[in-house]
């Protein structure tokens, strides 16, 4: 399940200019199989423990949405980038919406293994509403930067 984050529309996965490689807004979507991440099933069954899957269903049900999407959009930002040549020490900025900021704590510590060094720069907004559905409770969009390497 560690593929580049496919666009909905028509519009590209990341693009490079110059050293920097910017990557477009990745939500909780796998538009190949048609399905929004909605919660720990829907991740490998690692990651869901690796998260915080607790196997007690209240807890899961409340938490597993946005810990399952906040893994997969940073997965998906993790493929995207090791794509354009880099990895995710590379990424220098995160820009992070959310339909519920109080969603923030539980994503932050999902990140925080994406980013176990030095995080990258972070702005984080509050958004009515995110495509396709309700159910999109998150979207990242991430820089990389990765020099071009000069001939010798």
Do not use: C
């Not at 900025?93 to 030095?118: A, C, I, M, T």
């Amino acid at each position: 399940m560690s593929e580049i984050a496919k666009p909905l529309a028509r519009y590209a996965a990341f693009r490079r200019a110059g050293d920097y490689v910017f990557l477009s807004g990745i939500i909780p979507v796998d538009p190949s199989r048609g399905m929004i991440v909605r919660g720990f099933a829907d991740i490998p069954a690692e990651a869901a423990r690796a998260i915080g899957a607790t196997g007690e269903f209240s807890t899961d049900f409340k938490q597993g949405p946005i810990l399952a999407q906040s893994w997969y959009v940073l997965d998906r930002v993790r493929a995207t980038v090791e794509a354009a040549g880099g990895g995710m020490a590379d990424v220098v900025k995160l820009v992070q919406y959310f339909v519920n900021l109080d969603h923030f704590p539980l994503y932050s510590r999902v990140r925080g293994l994406f980013f176990p060094g030095e995080a990258p720069v972070s702005t984080v907004v509050g958004v009515s509403g995110l495509m396709p559905s309700a159910d999109v409770l998150v979207e990242v969009e991430a820089t990389a930067y990765l020099p071009r390497r000069q001939p010798s």
